[in-house]
């Protein structure tokens, strides 16, 4: 699990991904574009056996403090 102290824009270019932010789990694909908020817990998980690019900006300081913890996902 990630977490950053800005917000960041996720746009996936292509495949699909696997994403919980803070414990709920959802499926986006090519095309999709959303806003993880500053200090959200996150994670991305590829279920499928294909690639996936994303494309991320984050919002603020050019150097966000990124923190990770390591969980359990079972995915």
Do not use: K, Y
Not at 15 to 43: K, N, P, Q
Not at 48 to 75: C, H, I, N, Y
């Amino acid at each position: 699990m990630l977490q950053h102290d800005v917000p960041e824009v996720v746009t996936m270019l292509s495949g699909s991904l696997e994403v919980c932010m803070d414990g709920d789990w959802t499926t986006i694909r090519a095309g999709d574009t959303f806003v993880i908020t500053a200090s959200a817990w996150h994670a991305f998980s590829n279920v499928t056996d294909r690639d996936a690019s994303m494309l991320f900006a984050f919002g603020g300081d050019p150097t966000p403090v990124t923190r990770r913890r390591v969980v359990e996902t079972g995915r």
